[in-house]
């Protein structure tokens, strides 16, 4: 499995971005996909979760009310809609993938052993 994103770039506080990742070589069928970012001297942190099929989704308080995950099996994809974009949203967005049978808490870094390279997010005016 190897998951690729994109969507990423500049824009002005209150903007919207699309983010999108790609699987390849195998399905996300089975799989949790977590959204994670790091801003520069941070930690690494979830913003988003969704298991295996769509059903349930999770996101840190920060981002709930403005960011939606989603995903769609048919396409291999898992789609993270930002929008009220904030300058503290800015950072390195990556997908990453955790078997769904072997996840016991969603969202923990902890279950995921597939990650993407990273796309960035820069929110400024």
């Known amino acids: 499995l190897r998951l690729a994103e994109s969507g990423g770039g500049l824009v002005q506080p209150g903007g919207s971005l699309r983010l999108s990742c790609a699987a390849t070589?195998?399905?996300?069928?089975?799989?949790?996909i977590g959204w994670f970012r790091q801003a520069p001297g941070k930690e690494r942190e979830s913003v988003s979760c969704i298991n295996d099929n769509g059903g349930r989704t999770d996101y840190v308080d920060s981002v709930k009310g403005r960011f939606t995950i989603s995903r769609d099996n048919a396409k291999n994809r898992v789609y993270l809609q930002m929008n009220s974009l904030k300058s503290e949203d800015t950072g390195t967005y990556y997908c990453a993938a955790a078997i769904a049978t072997l996840v016991r808490t969603m969202c923990n870094m902890t279950w995921y052993d597939t990650w993407g390279q990273g796309t960035q997010v820069t929110v400024s005016s």
């Open positions: 070589e195998s399905t996300l069928e089975h799989h949790v």
